[in-house]
């Protein structure tokens, strides 16, 4: 489903818990670090594809979580075309989303990355809610920024917290994610090796 200018609505997802940390998945069988995201299906409002989409990639349910805020418009990112099939070059340009800033009111064990037949992420932990923009894919990184940005005001107010993210811009950060005790992979939940993991190409 596209609109008329190419662009396939979505929405995006950023959860945090009662430290203000984001949730941060690993997709499957990839050193790529992403929020949730997920298309919008035919019938759906941005709130019930939020819902299912949480609850297929990272298992939660609407109980596990409250909703802290959403982006007022459309955020849209385009796609390089080498990443789109050749028979839909002429159509399609990329992602339309609508971001929603989620507070755990769950617990961690409460997360299931198994919880739909085809999983997202293998791995996840939570990380500072500045995330450096370089363990981001390049072409998702504006509307990260932006999302970031905007949602930020419900948790941190309008004081410190643009001076906050332009210092951690600023930090350098190496593009690795490395390992750490609070990481979580989708592995060791299952109590599966890691030939269990189903592989699933990078969202678009």
Avoid: C
Avoid at 68 to 78: C, E, P, Q, S, V
Avoid at 120 to 148: C, G, M, N, Q, S
Avoid at 183 to 193: K, N
Wanted: cysteine-free; glycine content about 6%.
């Amino acid at each position: 489903m596209l609109d008329k200018d190419g662009y396939r609505p979505n929405v995006g997802i950023i959860l945090v818990n009662q430290r203000d940390e984001v949730f941060w998945g690993k997709r499957i069988r990839e050193h790529a670090w992403q929020f949730p995201q997920g298309g919008i299906q035919r019938g759906e409002t941005p709130e019930q594809a939020m819902y299912r989409e949480l609850h297929e990639e990272v298992g939660l349910r609407p109980e596990h979580v409250r909703i802290l805020g959403r982006t007022r418009d459309w955020l849209r990112y385009d796609v390089p075309r080498t990443w789109i099939r050749r028979d839909y070059r002429s159509h399609y340009r990329g992602q339309k989303q609508i971001w929603f800033l989620l507070r755990l009111a769950g617990h961690d064990s409460d997360v299931n990355l198994r919880a739909s037949e085809h999983p997202e992420f293998d791995a996840w932990r939570w990380h500072d809610f500045w995330i450096p923009l370089d363990t981001v894919i390049e072409f998702k990184r504006d509307v990260y920024e932006r999302a970031l940005t905007e949602l930020s005001r419900h948790l941190f107010g309008r004081g410190d917290h643009s001076l906050r993210y332009q210092q951690t811009l600023r930090a350098a950060h190496s593009s690795a994610v490395t390992p750490t005790e609070n990481e979580t992979p989708l592995t060791r939940q299952a109590g599966e090796t890691d030939s269990a993991a189903v592989p699933h190409p990078p969202e678009a």
